[in-house]
């Protein structure tokens, strides 16, 4: 079975840093990108980062762009995302989200985690 | 970057009716597109893949269509259990974007 776990979520000051990790199992870990989507408190989806399988491409909204990295470390089959210069605005669940393939394209995210809420607060 | 409007934002309708989402792209995508379904504390699920292709276990009332620039979400007879946030999603290029969101709620 599929499973993805997040972790590392919590009250941090404006200006701090948080690593925020996601566990996966069930499949082998390497062969997929996967992604970081947040949700601020009463508002929509907001894809924020993505990794290819082997972790050489990644890619970045424009509103964390600089502020947050994108990891993984397929060996612990454990994707990551370091937080750092966290603003309010940052404050939302974070989700991991694997990609799915059709025909070779990105064409979904076929399982998500069940988020780790993050708030930036003083 | 890729924007997608998705309406209407809420929408209230009865058990049994025929219900339409569209998202609009302001590109074309091809058929690099998604839509979502997400229930009140829960993360969202994946409906529709490729712009049409239902995922293993979702009801057959489902349907996507659409490709290039415009695309729908029809549930063609409403259940109640279908009460949720439904989204969509463009993949064709980063970063990949949301819809706004269409709320279903049962008159």
């Known amino acids: 079975e599929v499973q993805l776990l997040e972790s590392g979520g919590g009250l941090v000051q404006p200006g701090g840093s948080l690593r925020l990790s996601c566990a996966a199992s069930?499949?082998?870990?390497?062969?997929?990108?996967v992604n970081w989507v947040r949700q601020a408190p009463g508002k929509g989806l907001e894809w924020v980062s993505a990794?290819?399988?082997?972790?050489?491409?990644?890619f970045y909204a424009d509103s964390v762009k600089g502020r947050f990295t994108i990891s993984r470390d397929n060996s612990k089959n454990t994707l990551y995302l370091q937080m750092n210069s966290l603003r309010a605005e940052d404050t939302a669940v974070y989700y991991c989200a694997r990609h799915t393939y059709c025909s070779g394209t990105r064409c979904g995210h076929d399982y998500w985690g069940q988020g780790t809420l993050v708030t930036v607060s003083s | 970057d890729i924007q997608l409007t998705q309406s209407p934002s809420f929408l209230s309708a009865s058990v049994g009716d025929r219900v339409t989402i569209t998202c609009r792209a302001s590109?074309?995508?091809?058929?690099?597109f998604a839509w979502y379904q997400q229930r009140p504390g829960k993360a969202p699920e994946l409906l529709i893949s490729?712009?049409?292709t239902l995922q293993s276990g979702v009801p057959s009332r489902f349907s996507g269509s659409g490709s290039g620039t415009e695309f729908t979400l029809t549930i063609s007879s409403l259940q109640p259990e279908d009460c949720a946030t439904y989204y969509c999603?463009?993949?064709?290029?980063?970063?990949?974007?949301f819809g706004g969101g269409t709320k279903v709620e049962i008159k």
């Open positions: 990794v290819n399988g082997n972790g050489g491409t990644t």
């Open positions: 999603q463009q993949l064709y290029s980063h970063p990949l974007t």
């Open positions: 490729a712009s049409s």
């Open positions: 069930g499949f082998t870990f390497s062969n997929y990108g």
């Open positions: 590109e074309g995508i091809s058929s690099s």
